[in-house]
């Protein structure tokens, strides 16, 4: 590419790194207030019981306990992201519905003694029948676990294109394949914390959050007061991947105790606690039906998946769907019937994940390969030609804008070698590919937005005030780097102010891939609306048209006549002298179908635009143990226009790590509700040393909605890389392999099953 | 995670460690490299009135050539040991174990000692006490029964140590030194068998050396574990060939390493080898992979790790 701008696009080290790096960044556990107190969790030890009686006198009674709060300390409002999943008090009323659920919370002088009056609360439970599986749930005489979902359906997302049953009835071949995905944990480096302090009738709050807007409307909700009165502050995350995108019991507990105390309250989760009490990932059992034509074309889907969804609604139908959209979004079919099932369990809370939908994905990428072996195809071959291009839609209508998934597959395949490489495979050896289209932002109402304000401060400087929020993927960054690029000032002249309640306008989040393409969008108008202000002062001094006027490195020039130039801040203190200050403001909706709706309506534009993008795994599997080692992996990820190619790099690393790698070793393990591995010795996230050589590769599809062209900075990578290592690992075993992860065990459980019968 | 309260004590000397252990009446552990303990303390399966640290009696930390044997001290850290010239030249299988032993960080903090006298391994046990209450006592604990195998009345708990397996094949010997008497016993004879309560020992024993018998073998070692390090061995072979003999030991799928003695390690005589290793075994499903796969890797691992060392002997 040739170099249109300036910073943008170039390999430039992360404003946050260095902090980062060194461990001078803090995070929220790191924080001190004055007369900060510690708070600590009374957690269900059942996985389902009534709650009889509480009584926490003898903790009250105990010296240093400043405060003890229960659910008759809330206000009876429930959580749920939908008006018509709202089922989860939060601190439980009158029943838990997993072991660790939220039943009271102490805020004391010290941790001792905060653990100490937990062993003095009294609670009465009366035990109930649990379940613990969602197709046991499902049955007539399953325990009910919420009295509104009856056999214990959460929600049920139904979609409908077409005519499904009368084109598989003229398929050329129809293949259905059931499979299943253990449940994962998102294991982020930094467990969950929160810090509320309260003082005159107003809340302050630190805790890794993925948007700070939408988390302090639900904390006002939850706490019955006017949302002004409840911010949510600035705070560095250590990792989300989906886990920090709701709101957390523990802030409604922090919060009520920091109320009930008058003093500010701190509550750290341990490890086990951030495994089992706050959100993690949905077990997935898909059922998958392809209908193709003889030259590989898919002419008709049918899905019935089953998501575990623990013991409440929590993201529900979002959850539920986005694994159909994401595939939907990546390849044609004009036939397609998705019916996905949240199942509530008695289970640990679940929700969205930045690598959700394993089963489903590789499921349908593995069967894929199947046909096309059927049909005597090349895998790559039967993905071109089923993958959407620009300008069409997707099967609940979307619109294509950019990219398309032809062009991320040729770039995965020509630097795998791929044609090569399957030709010269031998025993044990598999090379396979996994596509995925991803959505930038999703329907939030007029929460879909980012505004942004930009402010020139005296010397030239400027302040750009944003909801941005970074969970670690270097938003902030992204958002300093292109107001660099459009004012034509140095990125240690930019300060940036975001991710404040009180201070910035609402921002969609760093969820639904929204960041660089919405909020990115709104910081680049604003900081285009300043210039454009910056230039009209300059014309006017410089006596110059203020068309033919640029700013580059702090200086006002001439695009035609080298001799004229000027010192912005000249330009910036004349401004001031005249009373009208460089203060800009830039926002951006994305332009999605505000009438769709995860149930009642999924149809229409899901999205401002789509990143596109294809992974190619080779792996060597050992026959005799199962095994499988990743030796060279390969991402070709759309995303539009690197902001900057680094960044966008490391994600692309760390997501064959999250997927690609975490396919072989990843699962969350349970005993009758209880998780086996709460911890990061028995969750066995991928190590250094067991990660592949990585190649990533940006395609630059130069979105022309995205701020630069950018659309996301790397999602495609951890929604496929588990497809291509699945895919590869089918090719050099030729066995369908239908349980994930990809243990050795289940690698020759898959062995010995095809001996007895199905070879595919 | 805090663990409960406790005295920490750091005797200069044997006679004072074994002394502060009577003085607490009991209730006190001894601290080596703490990588098991500390986590153990922090689960609350171990609650201490007081820690006595090892670390600083100096002779426990050694190593020495005495001519027939080597002597190992118990509070060797795992990282000096492997990079140790006389375990290298001497003992293929017991350096392999020590490079196989989780990894660098913790190498450099854990001892041998410690990876001998780490407590057996159960995911049903080695959880937090809100866990354990949640679920109910199983048999380690002082319950009826067994929570990985409902109802069993015995204990199916996992000895994960590295070490051992690579040590016993290498018919390593152990000094003990207790409040009444300083004995020395075959490495072997230090398991109980039980995996609620894996080891011989007297209240108050320290262990104070290892001794390896100074014979160059050729050896090795394989762990079979889901990540390329940290992970505690799923299933563990060792293998060494001293003297025209052969040892095999298995560990990590019952409550101590399984011996095996075999002449000349030809492809009969490692069936016959493992087959007596499969008589005695029951994995259970107390650890992250199949109870059955573990035990259909018995034979594999232990096939190719005696294959691939006669091999590099050609």
């Known amino acids: 590419m040739d170099r249109e701008y300036t910073i943008v ?34 957690r269900s030890p059942h996985p389902h019981a009534k709650i009889l009686n509480i009584d926490t006198s003898r903790a009250l009674r105990l010296p240093g306990v400043k405060a003890v709060v229960t659910a008759a300390d809330a206000h009876g409002v429930k959580w ?81 294109v077409g005519e499904v049953d009368e084109a598989f009835g ?10 299943h995905a253990a ?104 059922t998958i039906k392809t209908g193709v034509k003889k ?34 979004e990546a390849y044609r079919f004009p036939n397609v019937r998705y019916n996905g099932y949240r199942v509530i369990t008695n289970k640990g809370i679940r929700g969205m994940y930045g690598a959700h939908g394993r089963a489903f994905l590789c499921g349908n990428e593995m069967q894929l390969d199947m046909i096309a072996r059927e049909l005597g195809m090349d895998p790559m071959e039967i993905r071109l030609k089923n993958g959407l291009k620009v300008g069409e839609e997707t099967a609940t209508k979307s619109v294509i804008i950019s990219g398309g998934l032809e062009e991320p597959i040729r770039r995965a395949a020509e630097q795998a070698n791929w044609t090569e490489k399957r030709a010269g495979l031998t025993e044990g050896e598999g090379i396979g590919m996994g596509c995925v289209a991803v959505m930038c932002g999703f329907p939030m109402g007029f929460r879909s937005g980012s505004a942004c304000y930009v402010k020139l401060n005296d010397d030239g400087q400027a302040t750009i005030v944003t909801g941005i929020c970074d969970t670690g993927m270097g938003n902030e960054s992204m958002a300093i780097q292109i107001a660099s690029e459009v004012l034509g000032i140095p990125v240690e002249d930019i300060s940036l102010v975001n991710a404040d309640t009180v201070v ?52 006002i020039i001439s695009k035609t006549d080298p001799s004229k130039s000027m010192p912005m801040r000249w330009i910036v203190r004349e401004a001031f002298f005249q009373g009208k200050p460089i203060a800009a403001t830039g926002a951006y909706m994305p332009k999605v179908d505000f009438q769709r709706e995860w149930i009642k309506k999924p149809y229409g534009q899901m999205a401002g635009t789509f990143s596109f993008g294809c992974s190619v795994a080779e792996v060597t599997v050992d026959k005799e143990t199962g095994q499988i080692r990743i030796p060279h992996f390969v991402a070709a990820h759309d995303c539009g226009n690197p902001i900057n190619t680094m960044a966008v790099e490391g994600q692309i690393e760390g997501s064959v790590q999250q997927a690609g790698v975490a396919v072989l070793t990843e699962e969350t393990r349970w005993t009758e509700g209880l998780l086996l591995n709460p911890d990061l010795l028995e969750y066995k996230v991928p190590l250094a040393c067991d990660m592949p050589e990585i190649e990533p590769l940006i395609v630059c599809s130069n979105d022309p909605e995205g701020p630069f062209g950018a659309k996301e900075g790397g999602l495609t990578t951890r929604m496929n890389a588990y497809s291509a290592v699945v895919c590869a690992a089918h090719n050099a075993l030729g066995v369908p392999l239908n349980e994930f992860p990809l243990t050795p065990d289940r690698v020759l459980k898959a062995l010995d099953a095809a001996k007895g019968g199905d070879k595919s | 995670m805090i663990t409960s309260k406790f005295e920490f004590r750091s005797p200069k000397d044997v006679e004072e460690a074994v002394r502060l252990y009577r003085e607490f009446q009991g209730e006190a552990v001894y601290l080596s490299g703490g990588t098991d303990l500390v986590p153990r303390m922090k689960l609350g399966l171990e609650k201490p009135k007081a820690v006595i640290d090892l670390k600083r009696i100096v002779p426990l930390t050694t190593v020495e050539d005495q001519g027939d044997w080597i002597r190992i001290g118990p509070l060797a850290r795992i990282f000096d040991l492997k990079q140790n010239d006389l375990v290298g030249d001497y003992f293929p299988a017991l350096e392999a174990s ?209 294959n691939k060392v006669m091999e590099g002997a050609k």
């Open chain 1, 183 to 286: 449940g994962e944990a998102y294991s982020t480096l930094e467990p969950y914390a929160t810090v509320a302090s309260y003082a005159n009738g107003y809340l302050d709050l630190w805790m890794p959050n993925a948007a700070p807007h939408v988390r302090a409307k639900a904390l006002s909700n939850l706490l019955k007061m006017p949302l002004n009165k409840v911010r949510v502050r600035r705070i560095n995350v250590g990792g989300h991947f989906g886990s920090r995108s709701e709101v957390s019991p523990g802030d409604l507990v922090t919060s009520l105790l920091s109320m009930k105390a008058g003093c500010p309250v701190k509550l750290v989760l341990t490890r086990e606690e951030n495994a089992a009490c706050t959100r993690q990932v949905h077990d997935i059992q898909a």
């Open chain 1, 80 to 160: 749920g992201v939908f008006k018509y999943t709202q089922d989860h008090p939060m601190i439980a009323v009158d029943r838990v519905r997993y072991v660790g659920e939220d039943v009271a919370g102490v805020a004391a002088a010290d941790e001792e003694t905060a653990l100490e009056a937990l062993d003095l609360i009294q609670v009465d439970y009366e035990p109930l029948p649990a379940v613990f599986n969602p197709e046991d749930a499902m049955k007539k005489d399953a325990p009910l676990i919420h009295e509104e979902y009856a056999n214990n359906i959460n929600v049920h997302v139904h979609i409908e």
């Open chain 1, 295 to 328: 030259d590989g074309t898919i002419t008709a889907k049918e899905f019935r998946v089953v998501y575990d969804g623990g013991a409440y609604s929590s993201t529900g139908p979002i959850a539920a769907s986005i694994p159909y959209y994401v595939y939907e």
């Open chain 1, 9 to 42: 696009g170039t390999r430039m080290t992360r404003t946050d790194s260095l902090a980062k790096v060194t461990g001078s960044a803090s995070f929220t556990a790191d924080l001190k207030l004055p007369r900060m107190l510690c708070a600590k969790v009374l």
């Open chain 1, 504 to 555: 910035t306008n609402l921002d969609p989040g760093a969820y639904s891939q929204a960041a660089s393409f919405v909020g990115g969008n709104a910081v680049k108008r604003a900081c285009e609306d300043a210039k454009r202000q910056i230039l009209g002062f300059a014309a006017t001094k410089m006596n110059h048209p203020a068309e033919d006027l640029d700013i580059r490195d702090r200086t």
């Open chain 2, 98 to 306: 020590l490079e196989a032993t989780s990894c660098e960080s913790l190498q450099m903090r854990g001892t041998i000692g410690g990876n001998l006298l780490q407590n057996s391994r159960c995911l049903f046990y080695n959880q937090s006490e809100f866990w354990r209450r949640s679920k109910g006592f199983c048999l380690k604990m002082g319950g009826e029964s067994c929570n990985a195998v409902p109802g069993a009345k015995t204990c199916f708990a996992n000895y994960c140590s590295d070490n051992a397996p690579a040590l016993c094949t290498l018919s390593a010997e152990i000094e003990l030194s207790g409040p009444d008497e300083v004995r020395r016993l075959n490495l072997e004879e230090l398991y109980t068998n039980k995996a609620d309560k894996p080891f011989d020992l007297q209240p108050g024993e320290i262990l104070t050396a290892i001794f390896v018998p100074k014979k160059k073998s050729i050896g090795g070692y394989e762990k079979l574990r889901v990540r390329g390090a940290i992970d505690y061995p799923l299933l563990s072979a060792a293998f060494s060939f001293v003297d025209g003999t052969g040892k095999l030991a298995i560990g990590a799928v019952g409550p101590k390493p399984y011996v095996v003695e075999m002449k000349q390690p030809s492809h009969d005589a490692i069936g016959e080898a493992v087959e007596v290793v499969l008589k005695q075994v029951r994995p259970v499903g107390n650890t992250v992979l199949d109870p059955d796969y573990r035990k259909r890797m018995i034979p594999v691992l232990a096939g190719r790790l005696i």
């Open chain 1, 170 to 179: 003229q398929a050329h071949l129809v293949r259905e394949d059931t499979f």
